[in-house]
C-alpha cells in the first residue's frame, strides 16, 4: 500500500474523529449515542474515513477525487482498484463519468481523466477532497475556483510529464492520466498548506441486514449502456461490468468488486446544447443499498455534503470495505434478479 504523504506541506490532522446521524431529524452530531457497534475507533486505532478498516500507520492525508473517463474508448481504467468510493453519474448522452476518491491506498497512475462538472464539485467538496479534473468549460472552471474547492486542472499540466501525461495507446481525450507522485509538488505550488479533517462514514461490521436478496442489480442507462452489479458470495463483494465486460483495473486486471453498492434517484436537467446536466444532490429522493447479498430500499439524505442511506427515518451503516454510488434520474430503469 502506497500513501500520499504531504508532509511538510501540510499541517498534521488530529486523528480522524466520528459522527453519527440524529436519528429524528438527520443532522450530524458528535456521536452516535444509540448504536455502540458503529465502528469508528477500535480501542487507540483509527480508521480510515471511507472504509472504515483500520489505519495502522494513522495516516491522515487529503482525500484526492479524480473525475475519471468512463467513455468505451476509455476502458479498462487504471486505478479503479485502489479507489474507497467511486459515485458514478451521467455526463452527457447516456454515457457516465465516475469520482473515484483515493485516501487508503493511492495507486501510481489514475485516469483517463476527464473535466469537470458542478455536481462532481459538490460531491468532492462534501468531503474536504482534493478535487482534481482535465479541463472544464469556462463557466464550469470559474464555479471551481468560486467554490473555495481546492483543486487541480490538468489542462494545466497537460503532458509535463510529472503531473499528468497522455499515452499513445488512446486518442485525445481518453488518453491522459493523473501521476500522483506529482500530486505534492502541485498542490505546494498553488499554496495548499492544509487540509480539513476527513470524518468518516457510518461504519458497522455487524449488523443484521434486513431486505430482499439479490444475485444482480442492472441499471440500464441505454439500450446497448447498462451497467451490472453482480453479488459474488465467495468473496463478499459485488462484482461490476459495464456494457457486458467485468469493470477492471488496467493496472493489474484486478476486477472491481465492492462491499457496499448504493444507487440513488436525483433530479437531472439538461441545460445546454451540448447536453451538460444539472443534478439535484440536496433534495434527497429513494434509492437502494446492496450489501452481502442483500437489497434494501432506503431514502437518500445530504448531510453536510454527503448522500447517505436512511430507512424509516435512522440513519444506515456502511459495512467497512469499499463504496459504489449510482446517481440515476427518474427514467433510467432498475432491475434486480
Not at 439500450?223 to 459474488?232: I, R
Given at each position: 500500500m502506497r500513501k500520499l504523504t504531504f508532509l511538510l506541506v501540510l499541517t498534521l490532522l488530529a486523528a480522524c474523529g466520528w459522527f453519527g446521524v440524529d436519528r429524528e431529524e438527520g443532522s450530524v452530531t458528535d456521536q452516535t449515542a444509540d448504536d455502540e457497534r458503529v465502528i469508528i475507533n477500535e480501542g487507540e486505532q483509527t480508521v480510515f474515513p471511507l472504509t472504515g478498516e483500520i489505519n495502522p500507520d494513522q495516516q491522515n492525508d487529503p482525500i484526492v477525487a479524480?473525475?475519471?473517463n468512463n467513455h468505451q474508448n476509455a476502458r479498462p481504467q487504471a486505478g479503479l482498484s485502489k479507489a474507497d468510493v467511486v459515485y458514478e453519474a451521467l455526463a452527457e448522452g447516456s454515457i457516465t463519468r465516475f469520482l473515484a476518491l483515493f485516501h487508503s491506498d493511492i495507486p501510481d497512475t489514475i485516469g483517463p481523466v476527464r473535466s469537470a462538472r458542478p455536481y462532481f464539485l459538490e460531491l468532492a467538496d462534501g468531503w474536504n477532497a482534493l478535487?482534481?479534473?482535465?479541463?472544464?468549460?469556462?463557466?464550469?472552471?470559474?464555479?471551481?475556483?468560486?467554490?473555495?474547492?481546492?483543486?487541480?486542472?490538468?489542462?494545466?499540466?497537460?503532458?509535463?510529464?510529472?503531473?499528468?501525461?497522455?499515452?499513445?495507446?488512446?486518442?485525445?481525450p481518453h488518453n491522459s492520466y493523473l501521476i500522483t507522485d506529482g500530486i505534492l509538488q502541485a498542490a505546494s505550488n498553488k499554496g495548499y498548506t492544509s487540509f480539513k479533517r476527513h470524518e468518516p462514514l457510518p461504519f458497522d461490521s455487524e449488523q443484521e441486514l434486513d431486505g430482499k436478496p439479490v444475485n444482480r442489480m442492472a441499471i440500464r442507462y441505454a439500450?446497448?449502456?447498462?451497467?451490472?452489479?453482480?453479488?459474488?458470495e465467495r468473496s463478499g463483494l459485488f462484482q461490476r461490468s459495464s456494457d457486458g465486460e467485468t469493470t477492471i483495473d488496467a493496472a493489474d486486471g484486478?476486477?472491481?468488486?465492492?462491499?457496499?453498492?448504493?444507487?440513488?434517484?436525483?433530479?437531472?436537467k439538461v441545460i445546454d446544447t451540448k447536453g451538460r446536466r444539472a443534478v439535484d444532490l440536496k433534495s434527497g429522493g429513494d434509492g437502494w443499498l446492496l450489501q452481502?447479498?442483500?437489497r434494501k430500499e432506503i431514502q437518500w439524505r445530504n448531510i453536510d455534503g454527503r448522500l447517505l442511506p436512511f430507512a424509516d427515518g435512522k440513519a444506515l451503516a456502511f459495512l467497512p470495505g469499499k463504496t459504489w454510488v449510482n446517481i440515476i434520474p427518474s427514467s433510467v430503469e432498475v432491475r434486480f434478479d
Open positions: 479524480v473525475m475519471i478535487y482534481i479534473y482535465h479541463g472544464a468549460s469556462t463557466a464550469i472552471q470559474k464555479q471551481v475556483t468560486a467554490s473555495g474547492v481546492s483543486y487541480l486542472n490538468g489542462s494545466i499540466y497537460d503532458n509535463n510529464g510529472w503531473l499528468f501525461q497522455r499515452t499513445s495507446d488512446r486518442k485525445a439500450e446497448t449502456q447498462q451497467v451490472l452489479f453482480d453479488w459474488k484486478t476486477a472491481i468488486g465492492v462491499e457496499n453498492v448504493l444507487v440513488i434517484r436525483a433530479g437531472h452481502k447479498g442483500i
